[in-house]
């Protein structure tokens, strides 16, 4: 029932090329850092990623991308990454564009063992090119399929030996849905507890959904944009 790992590249070692991952995070928040890193560090290519954003053109996904070894990304924002649109307009970079509330509703469906889901989002745009259309109650809707992944990298603020986690704050967006939406899941921790030290009604995602976890370290938690107002003199 134990399921830590010493460490991120102890987690990725029986990750072979052409996985599909997806990684938790809302811009540059909330995101696998170590696990990333241990993914660059393994070599592995031709993967499918499937996140928010694509980090930024020197952290997050775009360290993935530097070394060429996403082939497709799935996701909803990437206007932070130059390197990801180099890439794309040279053809070496596959993306799927989603709207970002059927992104977490392809991943809910996918968590659900559900067939996919009508949606009135993307309608009479290219989002809905190739898909079926149906009309209901006089508005028409486009179907979206459901997604689902070899592996999901979630980031959690504190999690237990099961695998119990708790997430803070703006990490809690993605990581939740994404851990109930593959088949292997690897959660990274700032801080990692005894069984019974969590409260159980504080629990965002149940240790059942968990497979190995661990404590990470050296997190950078980069500010994506930063914003500021001056001070009143």
């Given at each position: 029932?134990n399921k830590?790992?010493?460490?991120?590249?102890?987690?990725?070692k029986?990750?072979?090329?052409g996985?599909?991952?997806?990684m938790?995070g809302f811009g540059?928040?909330?995101?696998?850092?170590?696990l990333?890193?241990a993914v660059?560090?393994?070599?592995i290519?031709?993967?499918?990623v499937?996140?928010?954003?694509?980090?930024t053109?020197?952290?997050?996904?775009?360290?993935?991308?530097?070394?060429?070894?996403?082939k497709?990304?799935v996701?909803?924002y990437?206007?932070?990454?130059?390197l990801?649109?180099?890439?794309?307009?040279?053809?070496?970079?596959?993306?799927e564009?989603?709207p970002?509330g059927?992104?977490?509703?392809?991943?809910?469906?996918?968590?659900?063992g559900?067939?996919?889901?009508?949606?009135p989002?993307?309608y009479g745009?290219?989002?809905?090119?190739g898909?079926?259309?149906?009309?209901?109650?006089?508005?028409?809707?486009?179907?979206?399929?459901?997604?689902?992944?070899?592996?999901?990298?979630i980031?959690?603020?504190?999690?237990?030996?099961?695998?119990?986690?708790?997430?803070?704050?703006t990490a809690r967006?993605f990581?939740?849905?994404?851990?109930?939406?593959?088949e292997?899941?690897?959660?990274e921790?700032?801080?990692?507890?005894?069984?019974?030290?969590?409260?159980?009604?504080l629990?965002?995602?149940?240790?059942?959904y968990v497979?190995?976890?661990?404590?990470g370290t050296?997190?950078e938690?980069r500010?994506?944009?930063?914003?500021?107002?001056?001070?009143p003199?």
């Amino acid at each position: 029932m134990n399921k830590v790992v010493a460490n991120a590249d102890e987690a990725v070692k029986n990750i072979s090329d052409g996985a599909s991952i997806m990684m938790g995070g809302f811009g540059l928040c909330g995101i696998p850092e170590n696990l990333i890193a241990a993914v660059r560090r393994k070599g592995i290519k031709n993967l499918t990623v499937m996140s928010n954003n694509a980090g930024t053109d020197d952290f997050g996904i775009g360290l993935l991308l530097q070394t060429r070894q996403v082939k497709k990304m799935v996701a909803t924002y990437v206007g932070e990454n130059k390197l990801f649109e180099k890439q794309v307009l040279a053809g070496e970079l596959e993306v799927e564009l989603n709207p970002q509330g059927t992104f977490a509703e392809r991943m809910r469906a996918g968590g659900a063992g559900l067939g996919g889901f009508f949606t009135p989002t993307g309608y009479g745009t290219p989002i809905a090119e190739g898909k079926e259309v149906r009309e209901i109650n006089g508005k028409m809707y486009v179907f979206e399929k459901p997604l689902r992944a070899d592996y999901a990298f979630i980031k959690a603020w504190k999690g237990d030996r099961w695998g119990n986690l708790v997430y803070r704050k703006t990490a809690r967006n993605f990581n939740p849905v994404m851990a109930t939406a593959a088949e292997t899941v690897i959660a990274e921790v700032e801080e990692l507890v005894e069984v019974g030290a969590i409260d159980p009604h504080l629990v965002h995602t149940p240790g059942i959904y968990v497979d190995m976890i661990f404590q990470g370290t050296d997190y950078e938690k980069r500010i994506e944009r930063r914003t500021v107002r001056p001070r009143p003199k």
